[in-house]
């Protein structure tokens, strides 16, 4: 009876505990604050024609009255200057390629963030080997509402386009030698990152190391080319089978989410072998 008892005045002392640790959290008040937290220096690989980029803009604080918060951004010429002061071979990105929202930013009531959408646009083929920079900040807030000047600055840094077709991929698939079924076969089952050449041809890994394929869309079908460094494998597309892409542009990840299908023939330690792959958008 007094072990039941016992139990009993724990769970009465616990509840006293946890009711004053929520009654002190009341009284704790921290600064409603605004932040990037992509902030500083950051890469961009900019898509061909246009493009989103999007810039989270956070809200943060504890026991704050509950209302909407509105958040200029805009672009920091003073930011750009200085990072360019301390890197001279990069310059401004030339308005041409971009425009900005004309309003500002609104983190809902109940909500960490909002996003900061900027419109990328016009990039062509021309658009490689750059040191374009692109200095976004926030440059207002709301009353009672603090930025936090260590976040409060993004420095998009633009080297390089990329077409829709740049991606990451799940190769699945096998490799038999030349004229067989079942002899020799080799799995194909990885992840693999494709790199832009032009505006339709992606480089991507090939079903054994050292060997590297030019995957290059036309109207839904593949040419399949060996890289440069892959002479030696002789790489050539099936005779008789036809390669193919199908897939179409994804607004959330900003690339094509397709798929292809790749029937191909290389040469390795003096043998022909048959490849049949199917490289699948992943994520």
């Known amino acids: 009876m ?26 704790v008040e921290y600064d409603s604050t605004v932040y990037l937290p992509q902030s500083g ?12 980029i999007q810039l989270g803009v956070y809200h943060s604080g504890i026991n704050q009255p ?12 003073a930011a750009g200057s200085t990072y360019i002061a301390a890197n001279p071979t990069a310059a ?16 809902g009531k109940g909500e960490e963030r909002a996003m900061y959408k900027i419109q990328m646009k016009g990039i062509d083929a021309s658009f490689t080997n ?6 976004i900040s926030i440059k207002s807030v709301d009353p009672n509402v603090t930025i936090s000047d260590a976040e409060k600055t993004v420095i998009l840094q633009f080297s390089r386009y990329r077409n829709v077709y740049e991606a990451k991929y799940k190769a699945y698939g096998q490799t038999v030698l030349s004229g067989t079924t079942d002899t020799n076969i080799q799995k194909v089952d990885e992840v693999i990152t494709s790199t832009t050449v ?4 992606i480089l991507v890994k090939g079903a054994v190391s050292g060997l590297n394929l030019l995957l290059n869309v036309q ?21 008789g089978k036809t390669s193919t892409y199908t897939g179409s ?6 690339c094509n989410s397709g798929t292809y299908t790749l029937y191909y023939t290389y040469t390795t330690a003096g043998k022909q072998m048959d490849a049949t792959v199917e490289l699948k958008f992943w994520l």
């Open 2 to 27: 007094k072990k039941i008892h016992s139990i009993y005045l724990m769970a009465f002392v616990s509840l006293l505990f946890l009711a004053s640790c929520e009654k002190g959290l009341e009284t």
């Open 41 to 52: 220096a950051s890469s961009q690989v900019v898509l061909l024609g246009e493009s989103v």
């Open 130 to 135: 750059k040191n374009y920079i692109l200095p």
């Open 66 to 77: 509950e209302k909407s918060v509105n958040v200029t951004l805009g672009l920091d010429e």
């Open 249 to 254: 542009f994804n607004e959330t990840y900003q």
């Open 219 to 239: 109207n839904g079908q593949v040419l399949i080319s060996g890289a440069t460094g892959s002479e030696a494998f002789n790489v050539a597309n099936t005779s």
């Open 92 to 107: 401004l990105l030339p308005a041409q390629y971009y425009s900005l929202p004309d309003a500002a930013v609104s983190i």
């Open 198 to 201: 032009d505006a339709n041809t």
